[in-house]
């Protein structure tokens, strides 16, 4: 089983960034179970999406406390309050302007920063930075496949299908070693 | 027979939308309430596709009204479907014992919640515990999946028995977490479900009533009759979950046991706790210990008999409440060991406070709790746990 944590703020999509890759899992056949914060949400709040993925049914039924995975919308999230949810080696993809260097002393985690808004604004997605945060996820944890990844982005995207389904393929591809 | 079953990628709640779809009760009167709202969102959504045929959707004031229509509306002799939470079934409070005491044949699903207060959206309990001597079965779900399913075979006891029906999952952790259901299709549980008829029924053609004054005796012969119609609850759940078994592949019985033959300690929960003991009780396996699970589906009538015969020769029970009765304890530990009561030798029973408030219950706590407390002596009160 692999475990993932999403963490945002109330607005920034990751609620749905979780969905988007259950769907994706979900659709290359795994079982998968995901599950967000709710109630005391709102704008700008903490919000937090977690997300089980195994080849057998999911049974468990609790918090995620050693995520192998960790995909943070905002690096002024990235504490000890939610880092202590991560396994000591965890993938960190964060959404930053920062060089690497400047996450080296949070531990052992492998942090990649990837400067979301960027990709965001080259492709007329504004402040919306899910696509591209979830494009660069998929490229540096090397799941789920890309093009499900973007097939699932184009179906779910409410408004601006072909921006948001490059701004997913250019995360990947700029994020891609 | 085979059907074409399609498996979606549902949260509990819409799991739950989806099962009513494919029963097609006529009347559903709801009032939104966080976390149950989903179900209603969905449930509306199918309509203004015009999926919802045949169904007509309430949306009253409140929960009090919407129980009061539910009530009007299955009393004249059709299927009726309505779900709440926490503060919504407690205002329901006074007209679920007039749904019992006038036979109503409703389900209700509820999405267990912390009742403020203070203000909270956490599973726990509480809110459909605390309605356990209103006269309605009482049912626990563990996943979206047995949401789902038990939405449809309630159908079936509930009239049956002539019982009103309750079921509920954890907030959260079953309401909003979304996996794959199999949704079974429209032939399937058209076929599960024959058309409804009962021989009392509202019609003004008729002149029958409901709910006229009676005398003392009377009275007391209402609940003799409404003791009488639990008696028969127990078996009419084993029969639906065998029998949307056959039809789905997937088995229900009131009580479960995971891995207990040969268990000499064994967990008892209800609702969302038992996938995570699950998870704990094949670690536990793993490395030789014989603890199993024992899941309570049925929670009322409390299935008094085969506890009995469930926990006959296990050494130590350990309960996990998600729940807590002030002044008392954990409820599920309190009703069991009044129902193990004269068995013998009958297990040492724990009752562990466990997930009170929705608070985080994992697999390693579990195994802690059971290494710490399966040779322990137990006490008769609940104990609260970290």
Redesign the interface.
């Given at each position: 089983m692999q475990e993932i944590i999403i963490l945002g703020r109330g607005g920034q999509g990751a609620q749905t960034a979780g969905n988007l890759l259950a769907q994706t899992f979900f659709s290359q056949g795994y079982f998968v179970q995901t599950f967000a914060t709710y109630g005391g949400a709102r704008r700008g709040t903490p919000v937090s999406a977690s997300l089980r993925i195994d080849d057998r049914p999911i049974r468990l039924r609790c918090n995620i406390e050693s995520a192998d995975a960790m995909l943070c919308f905002d690096d002024s999230l990235l504490d000890g309050n939610f880092l202590r949810f991560a396994s000591s080696n965890a993938l960190i993809v964060v959404n930053s302007t920062r060089p690497t260097e400047d996450f080296s002393e949070m531990g052992e985690y492998r942090i990649i920063p990837v400067d979301g808004v960027a990709i965001a604004r080259d492709n007329h997605m504004g402040k919306v930075v899910n696509s591209a945060l979830l494009g660069a996820f998929a490229a540096t944890f090397a799941q789920p496949d890309i093009d499900t990844l973007c097939r699932v982005v184009e179906v779910s995207a409410p408004v601006k299908k072909e921006n948001n389904v490059a701004s997913c393929r250019q995360g990947y591809l700029q994020t891609h070693t | 027979m085979s059907y074409t079953a399609k498996r979606l990628?549902l949260t509990g709640n819409h799991a739950v939308a989806w099962a009513v779809k494919r029963v097609r009760p006529h009347v559903a009167p709801l009032y939104p309430i966080?976390?149950q709202t989903p179900i209603l969102e969905k449930l509306t959504d199918f309509q203004s596709k015009g999926e919802l045929e045949g169904t007509e959707l309430l949306t009253p004031e409140s929960e009090h009204s919407a129980m009061a229509a539910c009530i009007s509306a299955s009393l004249t002799g059709v299927r009726v479907f309505t779900a709440t939470s926490s503060q919504g079934l407690l205002l329901m409070h006074e007209l679920l014992h007039y749904a019992a005491g006038a036979r109503a044949r409703i389900v209700l699903f509820n999405v267990n919640r912390t009742p403020a207060s203070p203000w909270?959206?956490w599973p726990d309990q509480l809110d459909s515990l605390s309605q356990r001597d209103t006269g309605w079965v009482q049912l626990y779900s563990?996943?979206p999946q047995e949401s789902l399913d038990t939405t449809i075979q309630a159908y079936r006891i509930a009239e049956l028995i002539g019982v009103p029906i309750m079921i509920s999952h954890?907030a959260?952790?079953?309401s909003?977490?979304?996996?794959?259901v199999e949704v079974p299709s429209q032939q399937q549980v058209d076929e599960f479900l024959p058309p409804f008829a009962c021989d009392h029924f509202l019609d003004p053609k008729r002149g029958q009533s409901f709910g006229a004054p009676l005398d003392q005796q009377n009275w007391n012969r209402s609940r003799r009759e409404m003791a009488a119609a639990m008696a028969r609850v127990f078996a009419a759940v084993t029969d639906a979950g065998k029998k949307w078994g056959e039809t789905s592949g997937r088995d229900y019985a009131p009580l479960e046991c995971y891995r207990m033959d040969g268990a000499t300690t064994v967990i008892v929960t209800m609702g969302?706790?038992?996938?995570?003991a699950?998870?704990a009780v094949d670690a536990l396996q793993d490395k030789g210990n014989r603890v199993g699970l024992l899941k309570v589906r049925l929670f009322r009538p409390f299935p008094v008999a085969a506890l009995k015969e469930a926990l006959a020769g296990v050494s130590c029970a350990i309960v996990l409440d998600r729940n807590f009765s002030c002044g008392l304890g954990g409820i599920l530990h309190q009703e069991l060991k009044a129902a193990l009561y004269g068995l013998k030798p009958a297990p040492k029973i724990h009752g562990l406070l466990s997930g009170v408030g929705g608070v985080?219950?994992?697999?390693?706590k579990i195994k802690q709790w059971v290494s710490e407390y399966a040779g322990a002596v137990p006490v008769n009160e609940s104990l609260w746990v970290e």
């Open positions: - | 990628l966080t976390p909270g959206f563990e996943s954890d959260f952790y079953v909003h977490a979304m996996e794959p969302s706790m038992c996938g995570t699950r998870e985080n219950v994992s697999v390693n």
